[in-house]
């Protein structure tokens, strides 16, 4: 698998964990590429001709979505008159890709466009799976962690950032005296904007660089992070790396 490569990665089994069925988070990302107003490439004729595009809107009433329409004429005959495009971009740290039975020619906003049904299934392939993000300071995540031989009693840590592997949170060490490998479950993180979910979570380390006095800084890996989770961690990873794409980009202005 080339997930640092435009070209479509071909149907195997292995695929399935980075694929998005959910509708709204088909949803999501489908705006996520029309308001960031990524590049695409649409592969025809069995990806033996391509072209470049953008999503222009996404209609739900109509179950469609709409893409900028090729310019060379060629091409947009053959897109048209193709049984399947596949399409693939970048979006943040992430390889997408989804695909369509075909595409109709219609008008948007006065412009030739393309015309195609919403699709049922997305990938979403992370190329740094370990890359991490500070969370913001203002509204950051929390996890509540159950406190070790107090059943039934958590503990709301402040998370300092995430990864797809795992997070850094603030513990004090009168309750987090935890030696590495210790496993931490049920844990339930939050989200902000995405909601909660729940992790088990393995100590790989503890150490004295907190933020706030008497706190240490608590490092732990994910062990065994479901689908649905997942995907809900890839859609806040997404959200905090396009924050810091517009602050990026209003800096440089």
Known sequence: M????PFPEPESPE??????NGRQDIIDVLRDLR????????YYDQAAGCAVSNVLGVELAFEEVILDCAADRSAQG???????IIVVGYLD????????????LVTHQGRPALRMHLPQ???????RSAARQATPAAHPPACLVPVPGEDGRYESVRVLDLSIGGVAMLAHPLRFELPPETVLGPCYLDLPDVGQIAVTLKVRYIDGRGTEPAARRLGCQFVDLGGPALRSL??????LEAVH???????AA
């Open 2 to 5: 080339s997930m640092t490569t």
């Open 15 to 20: 695929l399935e964990r980075f694929a998005l």
């Open 35 to 42: 308001d960031q107003q990524v590049l695409l490439t649409l």
């Open 78 to 84: 053959a897109i048209l008159r193709a049984r399947e």
């Open 93 to 104: 740290n992430a390889k997408i890709q989804f695909s369509s039975s075909g595409a109709d």
């Open 121 to 127: 299934r997305v990938l979403r392939m992370q190329r």
């Open 234 to 239: 890839q859609r806040y990873m997404n959200k």
């Open 245 to 251: 794409s517009r602050k990026t980009s209003r800096h």
